[in-house]
């Protein structure tokens, strides 16, 4: 195929990139020409019809600048420069000329193409809500050597932060020239308070194999002011904002306060928690890494346990609102028989409590694994000691050791029974967050940070990085922020999780909703299974 000519209108090519992962062409949909616009970067669409040009006000930041399409097609866009500066000039992408990428056929992003939130679906379901797609685009809105980006780093660790940094840092400099990038030191209150340290392709070039982040990170000491005050006075063009639902929120308000001072700074998230709780993404970079660092300590656990008489290994792993990482944790390992997260409340004493459980596991196996999320069992805890709800700088809630206080109650609850028993706890908490990433978040981490990069260089703004069914996408910040991502126990995977270990639900069946697809009408020619009623 012929190249494109770089400035032609983005209706007038079609173009597949091997940007992101393989996966089926269908996935990445365009938007259809007939299509209304509701609130419309014009640029981008030049086919669309306009019904309101107030993307235009400088102040209109938190405007949702969404597109509708036929067959309930929507597009929630991200926001773009000339929403808010209309004579901004354009450029030709210096990618065309990249040795290594000028070959690449099909390597521009269609301007239309997005990507759909919910992937499955039936015949007459509408289209559903869509996201831009991240790529490379035929125009940039910066000249290479005006380009000064910054990163930071903010909340807590999580592995491949260096990774992104590294990869932020390379591609800027492999893909666009540009030679100088600041690394904030400190999270968000290192922008007004310390020196900006000079990131380039050398410094950065093995620190995707160090835990940690190179730049450090901080809790608290986001004030937007004082941080926009001091990306004008340095010059800062493009912002990189690293690090989870609070940093994002805190980025949302540097691209309003930007958006309204009218400057020409790209501000891009790009989503980070070990958790795995941002709404929206597929999951988290670092999260598959944390995963299997937890191999470790529940491998630990499972053979402490199984040496001795009644040996109980009992692991405490993160997730402060979601249990994630515990319930992958032990769904990859096979040898725990029980997963406590936050999401489902339980119980110690009586019929179909844990206590209960744990006897009969004992004396079936002789031994047994917990693993217990840090998050789980709060309530409990709190009607048995005295807290404080005390908060981190973030103000964020700080939360009762579970770990402790289970083992000391297992271990009064066995002792009244006068059952012996041998009880290992292991914390590996700050281990499986301190690591470099693996094989597979490296990758993952590179292709966020491409991501991020292309946007920024192609005008976007106020927007977060992420993969969404498989691809990569540009997601306005409102919708990552508005709510956090919990594992459902009334959703297929923990009903994996519950077979697996054959642990009880500690749910009563009075709060059990019943599952809507339970209530529809059996295929004809089947009858209910004994006794069930339909
Ligand atoms: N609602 C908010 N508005 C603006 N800034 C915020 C908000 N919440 C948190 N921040 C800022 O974002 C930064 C990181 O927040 P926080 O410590 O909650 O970590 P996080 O980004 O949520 O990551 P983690 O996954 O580690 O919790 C801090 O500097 C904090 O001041
Ligand atoms: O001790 P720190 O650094 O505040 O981090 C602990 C918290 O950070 C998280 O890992 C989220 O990043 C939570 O799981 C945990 O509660
Ligand atoms: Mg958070």
Redesign the pocket.
Known sequence: MEAPSPMASPGEIHVEGDFDSPRPRQIVTSLPFSATCIRIARDSYPNLRSISSSANIPDDASASKTVEGEFGYVLEDVPHFTDYLPDLPAFINPLRNHPAYKTVKQYWVNEEDSVPLQIVSQKDTPRGVHFRRAGPRQKVYFESDEVLPCIVTC????PGLNTVIRELVCGLNHMYNVTHVLGIEAGYKGFYSKNTVELTPKSVNDIHKRGGTVIGTS?GGHDTVKIVDNIEDRGINQVFIIG?DGTQKGASDIYKEIRRRGLKVAVVGIP????N?IAVIDKSFGFDSAVTEAQRAINAAHVEGESMENGIGLVKL???YSGF?AMYATLASRDVDCCLIPESPFYLEGKGGLFEFMEKRLKENGHMVLVVA??AGQKLIAQSVNSMGTT?E?G?R??LDIGIWLSEKIKEHFSKRKMTINLKYIDP??MI?AIPSNASDNVYCTLLAHSAIHGAMAGYTGFCVGQVNGRHAYIPFHRVIEKRNRVSIQDRMWARLLSSTNQPSFMDKKNVKPASDNKLKLPSGLKPMNGEKH
Do not use: A, H, P, Q
């Open positions: 909340g807590g660790l999580c809790r989870g980070k928690t070990i958790d709780d993160m997730g402060r990482i840090e998050g981190d973030s964020n700080l939360l908490t700050y967050r």
